[in-house]
């Protein structure tokens, strides 16, 4: 937290040194402030801020592209083809060895994404389920959590 607050008052410097102060020198000044902690991080004890702050932003752009991937699916899903061809089904997805924080990030990233809605955790925080759009496959559902969501966020936490 300590590195956050250095960058961000690093970045107020850049800001009062710059000519102009715009909120994109503010941003400037950001990711310089961030490249130099990054590079002295075991001069100013940064801990794992550099990789945590990478992982954050990896993981805010990997939901973004999913979630941007899937709003397609379920428009061509629900435009494009009969509803017949839907077979929407209860899935359920384990979530052992997960903490409830990560498990509650993941269950919000489930229920955001189109096509999928988070219903249920189950009693001792091993399961949770999942109502899919289109479950024909759930096998396949689970891995496109596990790649796209899962381990990403853990990436992130741990």
């Given at each position: 937290?300590?590195?956050?607050?250095?960058?961000?008052?690093?970045?107020?410097l850049?800001?009062?040194?710059?000519?102009?102060?715009?909120?994109?020198d503010?941003?400037?000044?950001?990711?310089?402030?961030?490249?130099?902690?990054?590079?002295?991080?075991?001069?100013?004890?940064?801990?794992?801020?550099?990789?945590?702050?990478?992982?954050?932003?990896?993981?805010?752009?990997?939901?973004?592209?999913?979630?941007?991937?899937?709003?397609?699916?379920?428009?061509?899903?629900?435009?494009?083809?009969?509803?017949?061809?839907?077979?929407?089904?209860?899935?359920?997805?384990?979530?052992?060895?997960?903490?409830?924080?990560?498990?509650l990030?993941?269950?919000?990233?489930?229920?955001?994404?189109?096509?999928?809605?988070?219903?249920?955790?189950?009693?001792?925080?091993?399961?949770?389920?999942?109502?899919?759009?289109?479950?024909?496959?759930?096998?396949?559902?689970?891995r496109?959590?596990?790649?796209?969501?899962?381990?990403?966020?853990?990436?992130?936490?741990?």
């Amino acid at each position: 937290m300590k590195a956050l607050a250095f960058n961000l008052v690093l970045a107020t410097l850049w800001l009062f040194l710059s000519s102009t102060r715009t909120t994109a020198d503010f941003f400037i000044g950001f990711a310089l402030g961030f490249a130099g902690l990054s590079l002295f991080s075991a001069v100013l004890d940064t801990g794992d801020y550099p990789r945590r702050a990478l992982a954050l932003a990896r993981f805010g752009l990997g939901f973004l592209l999913e979630f941007i991937r899937a709003n397609f699916n379920v428009a061509v899903q629900v435009l494009g083809r009969s509803n017949r061809a839907l077979r929407p089904d209860f899935v359920r997805y384990d979530v052992t060895g997960l903490t409830p924080g990560e498990i509650l990030v993941l269950s919000y990233c489930i229920t955001l994404t189109p096509g999928t809605t988070m219903v249920q955790i189950s009693d001792d925080f091993r399961t949770l389920t999942i109502h899919a759009l289109d479950a024909g496959d759930p096998a396949a559902l689970r891995r496109g959590i596990d790649t796209h969501l899962k381990a990403p966020l853990l990436r992130l936490t741990r």
